[in-house]
């Protein structure tokens, strides 16, 4: 049973097979055709809803997210809200007003996702206020694709919607439906929940707690773990592969700490970006602004770190960012727990130390807390600079030791099979002053140990010349008489 | 004024706010449409309405074709596509497939009661293979079954089997080996071999200019319901109704009438459903007239991608002599389009990739060929611009190289060739009558963009940064107006008069964001002197108006406005006559104005309210319906002698793009984008200024990030948009300042004297890249002007600039032709 809130109004639906997607419980099931599938890979924005979950102030906090690759077994509990819920009979909530008025839809098909989009932000904006940057708007609607427009007249929207009278959806006047909301979900939270599906086999858990998370790996150590479902969900939707049976990890507590100790922080693998960018902004300042590139607000608000992990690919922008801070992961299952770094992880391509067939999953991913002379630099390259795939990522870390770099660690995403350092560089660099011969020595070291493929994202020249210039660009910022006098790279680019 | 809005105290204040919401942000792009003055009284303004759909849009009731209601037996429809690009099909196994879970119908070839070639202009497009498979993606077999899902399950069960032969994915060596889809023409004008000889400068180069994916958000689509005769009705996402109908009653071997094909509106086509939209219709037309079922059909994002084809990748090369001021006196161009492996409408659109390797400058004495080349890939198709942004690709290349070979800016030598008196004549023998308006939209462009301020200030930094570098281009746009295939500039229109006053206006053009509802909707209430509001259009239908040109070649408006306009001028002089006899009024100096019928001046005036002349026109017989037509006139072209008059006028635009680029990285911003467009007297300044700046996004797309990429199977890799990428919000240039030219009206007699708004824009684009290589040129002190080819991808980018840091000798971009070379 999917049990939750759809534009104000309880829905219960019955027997969905757990493959099912919000998208296709939307449509299909509940015959709501306003929000519209673009491309069913969480790429476009087309599908793009709103989601409300309760918050500590009693109220419901709204995200935006992609319908499409959302598992229909997740809306549990939450406040679904779609295109179709925000009018108040024929007067048009502000996020739409201001679309009209600006001349902002022309085909109009990512339009109700743009809507989505622009609600969220408004909804946040009506809550906690702050001004709208550029930095801001991007993040709002860098996933919504609009193939028409070419985007001016969308910022005008998005700029201009506050003066729209604040029409109100008419779900928010009940007083109750924050509350109604909470109580579904403490409800589930406590219990956990088990579906079966009684039409077809199938079964989608979501256990509350890590106890529950292991016995369930012990019995299934086939199914298939599911937090965000940002990557896992394009095998049901692009290469038709049946997942009836999976194990849900976005209601498990423990997953979702995050613990902070006097040596780093204990990341929940199943924290989302959006939960954690407070932190590394705070913390990891490259690594937070690599966040404003990494994927879209959508994407975001659903992936979680240890999802980024798991998954294994050699062009995910968070692991070579790990293995620059040394950071580890604490592995779990019913064998009990374990810890390594997370360079002793990736063996291969795709291939993890994860003992899968005996039901391990990713439990939690430390962060070392940054000592004060460390420095760190992350440089994503890619085709496109919003919500795109590296096709070459570096994270350097090293701390500065009487002017000489100690402890470097330079590592790469695209470059190899698995994310990895690049130890022949950091060897040339290692107690080196930053000097045009040690890092002269280091991009020749680089050149000789990856041998990058060639595929959709870029050559394998261009790989290891970017790479290697990635090496040139650190050594310019570090080189205070350049520094001052010219620019290093783009300020859209920077850190 | 140097945008849709004033910028008066009003808008300065909200500008202000706006700037405090946007606290320690970049300038605005642009002032903002400002709600209290969209109805001020300045004439433009009053033209500015929403597009007709856009409350529908902003609420999710605009429906598309997957969001059609369809019967609950309806039928959904999965396509078994090729997986290799070029072989014979030996063994084709679909037991297992008609046994899968809810398949009810399995269809190939020999399953076709009529045409099984759905070639638009010439031959060449089989429905599904036969024997011969020529590119990744082509239809082998469809499957029909309850639901989408198990229609698609089913796909995976076929057995298939091919003899796979080596696929041509080379367009030049196609070229060279004359495999073509077309003959190859020629254009020619003057002696170009002796002008070549006797030019003090020679120079020549070549580029690669990629194709494009349309990426349309809503994907092809299609749901077909069985007449109670022996037809279909077709509801499709359509650029051209009615060859999908003619299409469709061959494939099924059935009269025209008994198709009807009907668009309300595309989620976004750009080219992309004008033939490319047929196929599918005619696959759920066979389903449904065999099952006797309503069949959808709907391609999933890759399979789209993969299935339909796209903007062709063009293969250019010029040779020009000029003199020393840069002055082009006559030479060669080569235009080779990648047609794909079947003409679908290379002809035309290699045709006016060759009208427009002039761009806007006179060629001289000179010669163009165009040449089809095939590949073994899908059918390249229309593209907003049809091939003329990949011709004029070839000669704004050539404005960098020759200007950096005469060491002058490139603005000057750009200046310096535009047509003018003396020299207005192009290489297909067209007169450029409005040559002055091209010199006044750059010059005035010019000057409000800081053009030399600007140019000094980044040689400035320039100078001072070695790995940032600045470029800046000023590319102008002239772009041919007129379906190059002369029977398609024709246009036809229904208008009916309900007797609540309420007008229907049908037409033959089809609604794909870009407006045109609105506009015709405009031109009907302009003529009868309605409210917008009383004026409406249901759909495009086939049934309605007949036998209907494709919505494309930007000539929308143009053409079924004209007819529109022609439909209610009919009705209305009908009306006059009857209402001059029923109430004895002075037929002279009759109005329709205001909801109300005007007849006399001052104290003679009698006013009758439409309402209560559409009644008494009833009750007196009166019929309330009229048809409208419209042939554009003048137009004319010889294949036989590449010359005439193919355009009835041209479009202009011009603008100006600053980029800086990281030359370690290959990164780069657009930082600074000013535009000058000329769409005559505008019908709707808002949609106007909608299309040029959604135009150029899409143009800025095509040349930087967007970037089709085949392995060497011929296998498209770039296959949606996770690997595909179109531009994103962030990508808008933080400084866009459009205008719409105001006060040149078009110089022919087109509706109202606009001027088609839809492509000419997107080539405005190309001033980023030329941009981009102004910025690299200041690696080599701007001696010469790096090949860059498109898209212009990060990797493109930092690869030149490698070329341009360690230089060999081929890695120059134009060479001058040595003496014997010419």
Known sequence: MIDFYLNGQRQQCADIPPDTSVLELLRLQLGKNGTKEGCASGDCGACTVSIGQPNDQGGLSYHNANACIIPAHQIKDCHLVTVEGLARGDALHPAQAAMVDCHASQCGFCTPGIVMSLFTLHHSQQTQPAPLTQQRLEAALGGNLCRCTGYRPIRDAALTMQDHPDTHPIWADDPDLASNVQSLYSDATKKGTSSRINESPGRFDSPKDIATLRELRRQRPEARLVAGATDLWLEVTQQLKPLDDLIDLRRVVELNIIDETPEGWWVGAAVTYSRLEPLLAEHFAAFGHLMHRFASSQIRNRATLGGNIANASPIGDCPPVLLALDARLMLDGPNGAREMPVADFFLDYRKTALNAEEGEFIRAIFLPRPETDQHLKVWKLSKRREDDISVVLGAFAWRMENGVMRDVHLAFGGMAAIPRRAPGAEAALEGQAPTEAAFGAARSALRNEFQPLSDVRGSSEYRLVAASNLLERLRLSLDADFNTNAEVCLDAYAH | ?822
């Open chain 2, 1 to 822: 004024m140097r945008t849709l809005t004033d910028v008066s105290l009003d808008s300065a204040k909200a500008r202000r706010e706006q700037k405090n919401h946007n606290k320690g942000d970049g300038p605005l792009a642009r002032d903002t449409m400002d709600a209290a003055h969209e109805h001020s009284s300045r004439h433009a303004r009053t033209h500015a309405y929403a597009h007709e759909s856009a409350i529908k849009h902003v609420t999710g009731r605009a429906a598309y074709i997957d969001d059609m209601p369809a019967p609950a037996d309806a039928l959904h429809i999965a396509l078994g596509l090729s997986p290799v690009a070029h072989g014979r099909l030996t063994r084709l196994d679909l037991e297992k497939v008609k046994r899968a879970p809810g398949v009810v119908d399995v269809i190939t070839v020999v399953d076709v009661p009529g045409h099984t070639d759905v070639g638009p202009v010439f031959p060449g497009d089989p429905l599904f293979v036969d024997d011969e498979i020529s590119y990744v993606g082509q239809t082998l077999f469809a499957v029909a079954a309850t639901s989408y899902k198990a229609a698609r399950l089913a796909v995976k069960e076929a057995v298939i089997e091919i003899d796979e032969h080596s696929a041509s994915l080379d367009a030049v060596a196609a070229a060279e080996a004359n495999d073509v889809v077309r003959p190859t023409h020629v254009q020619q004008r003057g002696d170009w071999q002796q002008a070549l000889e006797d030019a003090p400068h020679v120079l020549e180069a070549e580029q690669f200019v990629g194709g494009q994916e349309h990426f349309y958000l809503e994907g092809q689509a299609c749901l077909v319901t069985p007449s109670e005769d022996e037809g279909v009705v077709v509801y499709t996402s359509n650029q051209h109704p009615s060859e999908t109908q003619k299409l469709v009653a061959e494939v099924l071997d059935v009269p025209f009438h008994a198709v009807v094909v009907e668009t309300r509106r595309m989620g976004g086509g750009f080219g992309g459903k004008e033939t490319q939209a047929s196929p599918w219709a005619c696959i759920a037309a066979l389903i449904a007239r065999r099952t006797g079922r309503a069949a959808r059909l709907r391609l999933p994002r890759a399979e789209d991608t993969r299935a339909t084809g796209k903007r062709h990748p063009f293969h250019n090369r010029y040779r020009l002599g000029f003199d020393d001021q840069g002055v082009i006196q006559g030479g060669d161009i080569i235009v080779i389009g990648d047609c794909g492996y079947s003409p679908d409408l290379s002809e035309a659109i290699v045709d006016r990739a060759m009208f427009h390797a002039d761009n806007a400058y006179s060629l001289g004495d000179a010669r163009v060929t165009g040449i089809r080349a095939r590949t073994h890939t899908a059918s390249n198709t229309a593209f907003r611009g049809f091939g003329g942004p990949q011709g004029m690709m070839i000669i704004e290349a050539a404005m960098d190289d020759i200007a950096r070979q005469v060491g002058e800016d490139p603005l000057t030598v750009r200046k310096r060739n535009l047509y003018r008196a003396g020299r207005d004549v192009t290489h297909y023998g067209q007169t450029v009558n409005q040559h002055g308006l091209i010199a006044e939209i750059v010059e005035r462009v010019e000057r409000s963009s800081d053009y030399w301020q600007r140019r000094r200030a980044i040689s400035e930094y320039n100078a001072k940064s070695p790995i940032i570098k600045k470029g800046l281009s000023l590319t102008p746009v002239k772009f041919g107006i007129s379906f190059t295939a002369k029977h398609l500039n024709q246009a036809g229109a229904l208008l009916h008069v309900y007797t609540d006053g309420s007008v229907m206006i049908n037409h033959g053009g089809t609604e794909m964001g870009q407006g045109l509802h609105t506009k015709i909707c405009q031109v009907a209430a302009r003529e009868l002197g309605l409210d917008l509001e009383q004026v409406r259009i249901s759909a495009t239908r086939t049934d309605k108006v007949p036998n209907t040109s494709p919505t494309a070649a930007s000539s929308g408006a143009d053409l079924n406005g004209m007819a529109a306009r022609d439909a209610a001028s009919k009705l209305r002089e009908r009306l006059f006559d009857f209402a001059a006899n029923h109430y004895e009024l002075d037929r002279e100096d009759m109005r329709l104005e205001n909801g109300e019928l005007i007849a006399g001046h001052g104290e003679g005036e009698r006013r009758i309210a439409w309402g209560e002349l559409v009644q008494a026109a009833y009750l007196e017989r009166i019929s309330l319906s009229a048809k409208g037509f419209y042939a554009t006139p003048l137009i004319h072209y010889d294949r036989a002698t590449g010359s005439g008059r193919p355009f009835y006028y041209f479009a202009h635009g011009a603008a100006v793009s600053e980029v800086e680029v990281d030359t370690l990285s290959g990164e780069y911003r657009i930082t600074r984008v000013d535009i000058l467009h000329d769409v005559g007297d505008s019908l709707n300044p808002a949609i106007d200024m909608g299309q040029v700046e959604g135009g150029f996004i899409q143009g800025m797309g095509w040349l930087t990030s967007e970037e089709l990429k085949w392995n060497d199977k011929g296998r498209l890799i770039s296959d949606g948009p996770s690997t595909y990428k179109i531009p994103a919000f962030g990508d808008l240039p933080p400084v866009f300042n459009v205008e719409l030219l105001q006060g040149h009206p078009n110089s022919q007699a087109s509706i109202y004297r606009s001027k088609a708004v839809g492509e000419p824009p997107l080539m405005l684009g190309i001033s980023v890249w030329s941009a981009l290589r102004d910025a690299l040129a200041s690696l080599v002190d701007y001696r010469y002007c790096p090949r860059l080819d498109t898209p212009a991808t990060p990797e493109r980018v930092l690869m030149a600039t490698e070329a341009l840091r360690n230089p060999a000798p081929s890695e120059t971009s134009a060479v001058e032709a040595s003496d014997e070379s010419v």
